[in-house]
């Protein structure tokens, strides 16, 4: 399967930034954005969308990443998502990310289908961490970051799996929402936690006096 590459970066001026995010879908933990800046002479091989990536593949691509590439991370909290609603809040990261740079880019490339508000050169890309490899290097940045954060939380609020699912809907992570309850990391505003929220609430209500 052909992977991302240098073609659509080309026709940008340089230093070009890809940008993307992990973790809008998650009922649990923040949204982290990566901004990436390539050498397009020295960069890692295998550099790919994060989703076709094995954890160690991730882990090892950003490892090499670290060394050859400028990093920006972006992160927006749980209580900003509430606030926010997770569209601002994934635009709120990912504007951050391209901030933690340290050098303004001539151009940001933006996985999806549209760019934070800001003043700056730049294009949403559709499937952009299929397409473009620098966008596909910030996936990766962003997605690992994420990992670790997650497994960090999981250490301090055991039993809810996020070391495997990340805070994501699986039935081990909503079965133990059921069983354990919600923590300070659930995102409040979305659905399946809301609900979980209203029956909390009117349980005492229905309980004989």
């Keep these: 399967m052909k992977r991302p590459c240098f073609k659509i970066e080309r026709q ?9 995010e992990a973790g809008c879908a998650p009922l649990a933990g923040p949204v982290v954005a990566a901004a990436v800046i390539l050498d397009r002479d020295k960069f890692p091989r295998g550099i790919d969308d994060s989703k076709k990536l094995s954890l160690e593949e991730r882990e090892s ?12 991370i972006g992160i927006c909290t749980v209580e900003e998502i509430d606030h926010l609603n997770i569209y601002w809040a994934r635009m709120t990261a990912m504007a951050r990310a391209v901030e933690a740079l340290g050098a303004e880019p001539a151009w940001v490339l933006v996985d999806g289908n549209a760019c934070p ?13 299929a397409k473009c490899r620098s966008i596909a290097a910030a996936s990766i940045a962003a997605k690992v970051t ?7 939380h999981a250490r301090t609020w055991p039993g809810y799996g996020w070391e495997r699912n990340r805070g994501y809907p699986t039935p081990e992570h909503i079965r133990a929402i059921r069983e354990l309850g919600i923590t300070p990391l659930h995102r ?8 979980h ?7 005492p209500l229905n309980l004989p006096a």
């Design 197 to 203: 929220l209203e029956q909390e609430v009117e349980l």
């Design 12 to 20: 940008f001026p340089t230093p070009l930034a890809g940008v993307d």
């Design 61 to 72: 691509i950003y490892g090499r990443l670290q060394k050859v590439a400028a990093i920006g």
């Design 188 to 195: 409040r505003t979305f659905a399946k936690v809301r609900e």
């Design 117 to 129: 508000r800001w003043q700056r050169p730049s294009k949403a890309i559709v499937s952009g961490d």
């Design 146 to 152: 994420r990992d670790r954060i997650m497994a960090d």
